[in-house]
């Protein structure tokens, strides 16, 4: 046989023997991590995102959105008390620069 064959066979052996001696023999490593079991009632079948509780942060975090969004609706409709005071001081300003402008329209006639 060529030294190239014998190469080959003479690592197929070890790998024989590796796989045969590991095969028989189990160590158990004291600190290797064992990965931990999964609740099956944390799982949603049928939606990517698995149902859990949320955190306090975060809890408050989308109930502040929430105020937020409502607020900015009820601004925009002119239902709050900072809504209701703008538009009174726009109205005075429209109607103080209708004035100046029929002033200064008269005085131009």
């Known amino acids: 046989p060529s030294s190239s064959e014998e190469e080959s066979s003479d690592e197929e052996g070890e790998e024989k023997a590796r ?44 109930e502040a959105q929430a105020a937020k969004a409502k607020y900015e609706k009820a601004h925009a409709a002119g239902k709050t008390d900072e809504a209701r005071k703008d538009l009174e001081r726009l109205a005075i300003i429209r109607k103080q620069r209708e004035e100046a402008a029929a002033k200064k329209k008269a005085l131009a006639a």
Do not use: F, H
Request: a positive charge.
């Open 19 to 62: 796989s045969g001696i590991a095969g028989l023999i189990e160590i158990e490593n004291p600190n290797r991590v064992k990965p931990k079991e999964q609740k099956m009632k944390g799982l949603v079948v049928g939606d990517d995102t698995p149902s859990r509780q949320l955190s306090r942060k975060e809890r408050e975090e989308i």
